[in-house]
């Protein structure tokens, strides 16, 4: 059986029941890992269904149960909810990080918590394993009501993580690679959603770009490159 993690899991453990799916007007259509047993929910709080109590805003993360971190090439799949918005740019390191992680403390605390997050998912996800995020697209309502988000994402975002150029001015030297898995998915109000029809695939674009409130939600899948 696969290991899956859910992130920020709050009331939402999985995996769904099929046709049993919370607020599955919102979430649907879902990933099929997102049914399958062998999933660990993660919160920061305590809630019914939650396995591990964890700061995901730390690095490593460090299982309550035990007491380390997951370890290296260990996870199948992860699923990242309307998470990634919300990652500080100054992140911490964990207490009781292991002896001789001195660089990966470094890299904690001189990068960016995009990145940071992003290696730590990198580093224990296995060879072609996947993480499949849902966040709020940058230029609409959802994402800049909330004064929790401390980012705003758009599609161009996702390219920090995959094929950056060595002596690219923007490479940040985020120490993991990935690849998109699929097409990106969106989420849209009713009202543009029959409207996108008639636009190709390059109209759709600059609509997106151009216009606010027509994407409410970006879906991404990427895939670890090791």
């Not at 394993?129 to 909330?146: E, F, K, N, Q, S």
């Not at 980012?151 to 161009?156: A, C, L, M, Q, S």
């Amino acid at each position: 059986m696969s290991l899956k993690l859910n992130l920020g899991a709050g009331t939402f453990p999985l995996p769904y029941e099929r046709g049993n799916v919370p607020h599955a007007n919102y979430l649907e259509p879902l990933p099929e890992e997102c049914y399958e047993p062998g999933w660990v929910n993660i919160d920061k709080f305590p809630h019914a269904g939650i396995e591990e109590t964890i700061n995901l805003f730390t690095f490593p993360w460090i299982k309550s149960t035990t007491h380390l971190p997951f370890t290296t090439d260990s996870i199948d799949f992860i699923y990242a909810s309307h998470f990634v918005e919300h990652i500080p740019h100054e992140v911490k390191v964990a207490d009781h990080i292991p002896l001789g992680w001195k660089e990966y403390r470094n890299f904690v605390e001189n990068y960016d918590g995009f990145f940071v997050f992003f290696a730590e998912v990198w580093r224990i996800l296995k060879p072609d394993g996947l993480i499949h995020v849902r966040c709020p697209y940058a230029t609409t309502y959802d994402a800049l009501c909330d004064p929790t988000h401390t980012r705003f994402i758009t599609p161009g975002t996702f390219g920090y993580l995959t094929d950056v150029e060595e002596d690219a001015p923007f490479n940040y030297k985020n120490h993991s690679r990935f690849q998109i898995i699929g097409n990106m998915g969106w989420r849209m109000p009713m009202e543009w959603h029959d409207k996108a029809k008639n636009y190709t695939s390059e109209g759709f674009q600059d609509l997106m770009r151009n216009n606010y409130n027509v994407v409410s939600e970006i879906r991404i899948t990427l895939r670890a490159v090791k």
